[in-house]
Nanobody, 127 residues
Framework: QLGLVESGGGSVQPGGSLRLSCAASGFSLDSYAIGWFRQVPGKEREGVSY????????YYPDSKKGRFTISRDNAKNTVYLQMLSAKPEDTAVYYC????????????????????WGQGTQVTVSS
């Protein structure tokens, strides 16, 4: 079955760190760009980061720069999102998405251009 599976979510204290993983099932991520998104109930899903299929290019919204790092290990068919200095406002369900033929020059890629989405993993930042 083709799809993405996120893992690594959970509870973290403010100031802590967390690493999320996005693993592909049934296909290789080699030719897919990956986006990480997050969503809070009642709000629109927002972009957190983007990484090209090769991993050479990664982008973040200005509000996410410095605390989030996206990386990938194509040999493991997995993409990661490292979150540092966690804040309560980072509490959300985090999703990864994969798309081919995406040659973005910024973090913004219309969500409808992604072909596969994971089911999401909950991150809660609380003391």
């Amino acid at each position: 079955q083709l799809g993405l599976v996120e893992s690594g979510g959970g509870s973290v204290q403010p100031g802590g760190s967390l690493r999320l993983s996005c693993a592909a099932s049934g296909f290789s991520l080699d030719s897919y760009a990956i986006g990480w998104f997050r969503q809070v109930p009642g709000k629109e899903r927002e972009g957190v980061s983007y990484i090209s299929s090769s991993g050479k290019n990664s982008y973040y919204p200005d509000s996410k720069k410095g605390r989030f790092t996206i990386s990938r290990d194509n040999a493991k068919n997995t993409v990661y999102l490292q979150m540092l200095s966690a804040k309560p406002e980072d509490t959300a369900v985090y999703y990864c998405a994969a798309g081919t033929g995406l040659y973005a020059s910024s973090w913004y890629v219309p969500q409808e251009e992604y072909e596969y989405w994971g089911q999401g993993t909950q991150v809660t930042v609380s003391s």
